[in-house]
């Protein structure tokens, strides 16, 4: 069964810093991968996606991902954060050649926590 | 304004009362889907509907209960909550399938006494 793991917890980081999320995948055929961001007391919003073609992913607010299929891994990326990008980061998984394209497996979640 | 609206948003009940959350959405979205939130567990998937009367287990199934008899709805029953169903709820609806964007609703915090 396809898995996630998110490699980090917790990140704290200072404004202006550069920050990578981590996200490994267990392997598979075919993929689709994603990053969403839950802003405190809200619900989740789509930062990026990787479905096909280019391997690196250019998102909302600034952030970007590759996705790297020898070592089954997605990282999230952004050169320079603000204050705004506190949140918690989740990434996800859909394994749509073994699985159905209605399934998505999200990892544990990582908690950006970005000071002035 | 698009939207994924969930009722109620807070709810507290007992051991065996059987309860229903509904989710609607005005997109005219093919795709929904239910997902749980624990601390230190990310979401979780329980359900999901590529269509109208066509539901799918997703990854935590066990005491839930889903219908969808029309597009915008997609009702979570639980027919006897326990207490490790406490948790905060996320209904989702997205054009087609998970490779669309998919558009969460505000949640609802569940306490089963």
């Known amino acids: 069964a396809q898995s996630v793991t998110q490699l980090d917890s917790q990140v704290p980081v200072f404004e202006e810093a550069p920050v990578e999320l981590r996200c490994n995948y267990s392997?598979?055929?075919?993929?689709?991968l994603f990053w969403y961001v839950q802003y405190p007391n809200q619900g989740l919003q789509l930062l990026l996606k990787y479905l096909s073609g280019s391997t690196l992913v250019k998102g909302i607010n600034g952030f970007e991902a590759e996705f790297n299929k020898s070592q089954t891994s997605f990282h999230l990326r952004k050169p320079s954060v603000h204050i705004s990008d506190t949140a918690e980061y989740f990434c996800?998984?859909?394994?749509?050649?073994?699985?159905?394209?209605?399934?998505?497996?999200f990892g544990k979640g990582t908690k950006l926590s970005v000071k002035p | 304004e698009a939207q994924v609206t969930q009722n109620p948003r807070y709810l507290i009940t007992v051991t065996g009362k059987k309860l229903t959350v509904t989710c609607s959405q005005n997109?005219?979205?093919?795709?929904m889907s239910w997902y749980r939130q624990d601390p230190g567990l990310g979401l979780r998937q329980i359900y999901y509907?590529?269509?109208?009367?066509?539901?799918d287990k997703g990854d935590v199934p066990e005491g839930y209960k889903v219908s969808r008899k029309e597009k915008r709805n997609f009702p979570l029953i639980l027919e006897s909550p326990s207490p490790n169903q406490t948790s905060l709820y996320f209904c989702?609806?997205?054009?087609?399938?998970?490779?669309?964007?998919?558009?969460f609703g505000p949640g609802t915090r569940l306490t089963v006494l």
């Open positions: 989702a609806s997205s054009y087609s399938g998970v490779r669309d964007e998919q558009f």
């Open positions: 392997s598979s055929v075919s993929v689709y």
């Open positions: 509907s590529m269509n109208v009367e066509v539901t």
């Open positions: 997109m005219n979205h093919e795709y």
């Open positions: 996800a998984v859909s394994d749509f050649y073994g699985g159905s394209q209605g399934n998505l497996i």
